[in-house]
């Protein structure tokens, strides 16, 4: 198992920043991808970013393209997610995952809970 915890969460303006974090506990954290789901109330969860188990090969989707960065420190067990420049379509819900790398559900086999981001216009 590869527990995962996401914080950093809340309510922004539009044109605000966050930051979010995932931390892992497991000594296996370090050989997987990480990624960042998000899912909108009645919307079915969607990809927004993933980093290689290296940190050397990210990949966004591309309305955060620019705009959202990920990144990951093995020596904290964490990935962050810094989103600059939000907008009111990325309140959503936003999910941490561990796995293969990829860009769907099936990809990853750990999951956090969710930590939510509201923005407001």
């Known amino acids: 198992q590869v527990p995962l915890v996401e914080s950093g969460g809340g309510l922004v303006q539009a044109g605000g920043s966050l930051r979010l974090s995932c931390t892992a506990s497991?000594?296996?954290?370090?050989?997987?991808?990480m990624a960042w789901f998000r899912q909108a109330p009645g919307r079915e969860r969607e990809f927004v970013a993933t980093i290689d188990w290296s940190g050397g090969n990210k990949y966004y989707e591309d309305s955060v393209k620019g705009r959202f960065t990920i990144s990951r420190d093995d020596a904290k067990n964490t990935v962050y997610l810094h989103m600059n420049n939000l907008k009111p379509e990325d309140t959503a819900a936003y999910y941490c995952?561990?796995?293969?790398?990829?860009?769907?559900?099936?990809?990853?086999?750990?999951w956090g809970q969710g930590t939510q981001v509201t923005v407001s216009s």
């Open positions: 995952a561990a796995g293969g790398g990829g860009i769907t559900d099936s990809d990853y086999a750990y």
């Open positions: 497991g000594r296996a954290y370090s050989d997987y991808a």
